[in-house]
């Protein structure tokens, strides 16, 4: 199983952090190692003083595919869940600086929550989901998929020209604005359409 991630995937997102809005998926990988379920907490590591909440929506594969078509890249995927893209940001600026990559500030070990998963066929309108981030009873982050850059099936697409999916591998497609810092004793709460599905943590 394999974590793959979409960066700057709604264009407020990009804009808070001073990036600019890509013509193209923005893709990074996390190893299973980052993968953090059944709400369990999320231990702040030493080595960052600044670790931000980013709240997504994660698809899971349901069957291999490579070169996908984006018009068949909707068969791929039959899940949605929550997930939380932790990223120590101080680590990640020094990084984009020097022009190296991202891996040491987003693939670190549990930075990748994850909710258990529903069926897409719940969802009336795929494009119009709602989802949110409250921490310590305070909403952070608000998102709804009407305002992704790239679709589900395009992401699908462009990644699998690349690199094979599989069953099982998660993709993580992007974060809304809202992100920042968090600390231990903060507990995260993650809605989607309003639903709880994520409800941890930080120690």
Known sequence: ??????GRNYAEHAKELNNPVPTTPVIFMKPDTALLKDNKPFYHPDFSQDIHHEIELVLK???EGRHISEKF??????EIALGVDFTARDIQSRHKEKGLPWELAKAFDSSAPVSNFVPKAQFGDIYNIGFSLNINGETRQQ?????LLFSFERIIAFVSQYITLKKGDLIFTGTPEGV???????????FLEGEKLLDFYVK
């Open 1 to 6: 199983m394999k974590i793959i991630a979409i």
């Open 61 to 63: 594969v349901s069957k």
């Open 73 to 78: 890249a909707a068969n791929y995927y039959e």
């Open 143 to 147: 998102g709804n998929t009407k305002n």
């Open 180 to 190: 920042g810092k968090v600390a231990i004793g903060d507990r995260l709460e993650g």
